[in-house]
């Protein structure tokens, strides 16, 4: 059974910042892609960050963490990590864990950002 577990989702103010963090347990299987949602309340989930495994590109950032924004992640631990610098209000967000594999997608349980003005 796959399990993502995530840790790092906080309350700070604005300017501040967060490192998000996801570990994957289980038999996942061939990943090709890890990555970070996210969900505000009233609007739909969103990527925010995703490396691929595969294919050497670089990786994709939201236009709106572009500059902010960095993902990271250990293959050998199969965790995947986002450093969010410069946080604002409008990133106020649940943040969810994502990671694809040849035959499957599997998603964290979420975990509250929050960025007070």
């Known amino acids: 059974q796959v399990q993502l577990v995530e840790s790092g989702g906080d309350l700070v103010q604005a300017g501040g910042s967060l490192r998000l963090s996801c570990a994957a347990s289980g038999s996942i299987g061939s990943v090709i892609a890890m990555g970070w949602y996210r969900q505000a309340p009233g609007k739909q989930r969103e990527l925010v960050a995703q490396?691929?495994?595969?294919?050497?590109?670089?990786?994709y950032y939201a236009d709106s963490v572009k500059g902010r924004f960095t993902i990271s992640r250990d293959t050998a631990k199969n965790t995947v990590d986002l450093q969010m610098n410069t946080l604002k209000p409008e990133d106020t967000a649940v943040y969810y864990c994502?990671?694809?594999?040849?035959?499957?997608?599997?998603w964290g349980q979420g975990t509250q950002v929050t960025v007070s003005s």
């Open positions: 994502n990671v694809r594999t040849v035959a499957s997608m599997y």
């Open positions: 490396i691929t495994i595969f294919g050497g590109g670089s990786p």
